[in-house]
């Protein structure tokens, strides 16, 4: 059940780690989006921790947009992490607190955002958390507890995420896929867009950082022959965390000790990606630790484009492998370049399965797919949106 203009103005409360537009900060988006058209007479109040172009496209769905400092848990600011949630901690749940008190729904997008998660446990029962990571194996015992000790109702990207997690009790617990918006005139490569004179062109998108791959992508085309490296493009877009200079540099210096230099480049973070969708014929997904769900091989696939990727975490959720995709195993750098080498050479299976990557994407992992169950997932939580 849905809300309409007939119902009580609920009061949404929408809190979210990021400020760009990032897998993660698109998903926030296209929540509060549907909170809007399912809540038109709402008041809805988004407080985000850092500012950002995410701002702008909130601010024309939600009544209040509130930048304010948070107690986020970043192991990349580990001194500002600790002083949060230790000195700061109580004047950070005291201000969480006052937002809960004033809240009918309390939206928590993520599992970082420590503040309000313990402000939930004293109001469990309008809260929720939209849990979209698999943290680290250290992180995990940390992060599971302050989630565990909220009360809060749980929402899960992905059955992978649910099953790491691993809650048994007895609070509502639901699962709901990503959504990507459709593209209108999505069409799979095809065959005459190869030849000698056009190489296969691969894309992979996101956060540069440890556990992406980016770093085995290259290992894995460095792998190829010369004879199939000259028939491949690799485009790698994406930034480190706060611009920071060090994996750039170190994937920089790995393109040229390869010699991949002009066959692979590195390309800033894009707000707007489809560019890099369309010039794609094939995308990659190489996460060397399992994917909570996976947007990017969503989003390639609104585009008609296969995806190479990890067979592991949500990833398999997404991919039907030799049907819309390839699925590789993990940090197996033979396993990826074998699937690039048949990528390469068969043009008709990258036509193929990107038409199949289509017609998967719209029957299960649409915009409007996601936010229908998001907002009938909340209607049976939370009476008071009724």
Same mark, same amino acid.
């Given at each position: 059940?849905?809300?309409?203009?007939?119902?009580?103005?609920?009061?949404?409360?929408?809190?979210?780690?990021?400020?760009?537009?990032?897998?993660?900060?698109?998903?926030?988006?296209?929540?509060?989006?549907?909170?809007?058209?399912?809540?038109?007479?709402?008041?809805?109040?988004?407080?985000?921790?850092?500012?950002?172009?995410?701002?702008? =496209?909130?601010?024309?769905?939600?009544?209040?947009?509130?930048?304010?400092?948070?107690?986020?848990?970043?192991?990349?600011?580990?001194?500002?992490?600790?002083?949060?949630?230790?000195?700061?901690?109580?004047? &950070?749940?005291?201000?969480?607190?006052?937002?809960? &008190?004033?809240?009918?729904?309390?939206? @928590?997008?993520?599992?970082?955002?420590?503040? &309000?998660?313990?402000?939930?446990?004293?109001?469990?029962?309008?809260?929720?958390?939209?849990?979209?990571?698999?943290?680290? =194996?250290?992180?995990?015992?940390?992060?599971?507890?302050?989630?565990?000790?909220?009360?809060?109702?749980? @929402? &899960?990207?992905?059955?992978?995420?649910?099953?790491?997690?691993?809650?048994?009790?007895?609070?509502?617990?639901?699962?709901?896929?990503?959504?990507? *918006?459709?593209?209108?005139?999505?069409?799979?490569?095809?065959?005459?867009?190869?030849?000698?004179?056009?190489?296969?062109?691969?894309?992979?998108?996101?956060?540069?950082?440890?556990?992406?791959?980016?770093?085995?992508?290259?290992?894995?085309?460095?792998?190829? /022959?010369?004879?199939?490296?000259?028939?491949?493009?690799?485009? @790698?877009?994406?930034?480190?965390?706060?611009?920071?200079?060090?994996?750039? $540099?170190?994937?920089?210096?790995?393109?040229?000790?390869?010699?991949?230099?002009?066959?692979?480049?590195?390309? =800033?973070?894009?707000? $707007?990606?489809?560019?890099?969708?369309?010039?794609?014929?094939?995308?990659?997904?190489?996460?060397?630790?399992?994917?909570?769900?996976?947007?990017?091989?969503?989003?390639?696939?609104?585009?008609?484009? =296969?995806?190479?990727?990890?067979?592991?975490?949500?990833?398999?959720?997404?991919?039907? $492998?030799?049907?819309?995709?390839?699925?590789?195993?993990?940090?197996?750098?033979?396993?990826?370049?074998?699937?690039?080498?048949?990528?390469?050479?068969?043009?008709?299976?990258?036509? $193929?399965?990107? /038409?199949?990557?289509?017609?998967?994407?719209?029957?299960?992992?649409?915009?409007?797919?996601?936010?229908?169950?998001?907002?009938?997932?909340? /209607? *049976?939580?939370?009476?008071?949106?009724?």
């Amino acid at each position: 059940m849905t809300g309409d203009s007939s119902v009580a103005s609920p009061r949404i409360l929408c809190v979210h780690q990021g400020g760009e537009l990032y897998g993660s900060d698109r998903s926030f988006l296209q929540a509060v989006q549907a909170l809007r058209a399912s809540w038109p007479m709402a008041h809805i109040k988004v407080v985000l921790a850092v500012d950002g172009p995410l701002r702008g =496209p909130l601010e024309k769905v939600a009544d209040i947009v509130q930048i304010r400092d948070l107690c986020v848990l970043r192991l990349a600011n580990l001194a500002s992490t600790l002083l949060k949630s230790t000195i700061g901690l109580p004047w &950070y749940v005291f201000a969480a607190l006052r937002d809960l &008190y004033y809240a009918d729904l309390a939206y @928590i997008n993520t599992t970082v955002i420590a503040d &309000y998660m313990i402000a939930a446990r004293f109001a469990s029962q309008k809260s929720v958390i939209h849990v979209r990571e698999i943290p680290k =194996p250290k992180a995990m015992p940390v992060v599971r507890s302050i989630v565990g000790a909220s009360r809060a109702r749980l @929402i &899960y990207n992905s059955h992978a995420t649910m099953a790491a997690f691993a809650f048994q009790d007895s609070r509502p617990q639901a699962v709901l896929h990503n959504g990507v *918006d459709p593209i209108s005139d999505a069409t799979a490569p095809t065959t005459d867009r190869f030849g000698a004179d056009r190489p296969l062109r691969l894309a992979m998108l996101g956060r540069i950082s440890d556990w992406k791959g980016q770093d085995l992508l290259i290992q894995g085309v460095a792998a190829l /022959s010369p004879i199939d490296r000259a028939k491949m493009r690799v485009r @790698i877009v994406g930034s480190a965390f706060r611009n920071a200079p060090e994996p750039i $540099d170190a994937l920089e210096a790995q393109i040229s000790d390869a010699g991949l230099t002009g066959i692979v480049t590195l390309e =800033p973070f894009k707000d $707007d990606p489809s560019e890099v969708y369309r010039w794609a014929d094939v995308c990659a997904v190489p996460s060397r630790l399992p994917e909570p769900f996976g947007r990017v091989a969503a989003e390639a696939m609104a585009f008609a484009r =296969p995806v190479i990727a990890a067979n592991h975490g949500g990833l398999v959720e997404i991919i039907e $492998d030799g049907k819309s995709g390839w699925l590789f195993k993990p940090n197996d750098v033979l396993s990826l370049q074998a699937v690039l080498h048949q990528a390469i050479n068969e043009e008709r299976m990258v036509q $193929d399965r990107g /038409s199949a990557a289509l017609s998967r994407f719209e029957e299960y992992f649409s915009s409007a797919t996601m936010q229908s169950r998001l907002c009938n997932i909340l /209607s *049976d939580w939370i009476p008071k949106l009724i």
